[in-house]
Nanobody, 123 residues
Framework: QVHLVESGGGSVQAGGSLRLSCVAS????????VGWFRQAPGKAREEVATIDSAGDTGYADSVKGRFTISKDDAKSTLYLQMNALKPDDTGMYYC?????????????????WGRGTPVAVSS
């Protein structure tokens, strides 16, 4: 059974940094696409960053140059380093895995979710 558990969220002031972590279990973490999504209050969930089995990454335009996604396959852990945070970055951040798909296509055919970790950025 696939489990994704996020941590590292919190409250920071604008310009600050946070590092999110997501520990995966129940499947071969290194073999498939994983990523981060976020959902602000009253808004749809949106894709933030992805990393595939080869380590190739993708980012939403709104976070390029500020956020960095990475993973440690030996620890089955996904990370999101968030710098220069803005109030618009506030929301619940979710880890996701597209089990069965090595490349990140944006379609998320077999997506599993974590429960999320909250991020609040004050101005």
């Amino acid at each position: 059974q696939v489990h994704l558990v996020e941590s590292g969220g919190g409250s920071v002031q604008a310009g600050g940094s946070l590092r999110l972590s997501c520990v995966a279990s129940g499947y071969t973490f290194s073999s498939f696409c994983v990523g981060w999504f976020r959902q602000a209050p009253g808004k749809a969930r949106e894709e933030v960053a992805t990393i595939d089995s080869a380590g190739d990454t993708g980012y939403a335009d709104s976070v390029k140059g500020r956020f960095t996604i990475s993973k440690d396959d030996a620890k089955s852990t996904l990370y999101l380093q968030m710098n220069a945070l803005k109030p618009d970055d506030t929301g619940m951040y979710y880890c996701a895995a597209d089990v069965g798909f090595a490349r990140c296509t944006g379609r998320w055919v077999n997506r599993y979710w974590g429960r999320g970790t909250p991020v609040a950025v004050s101005s």
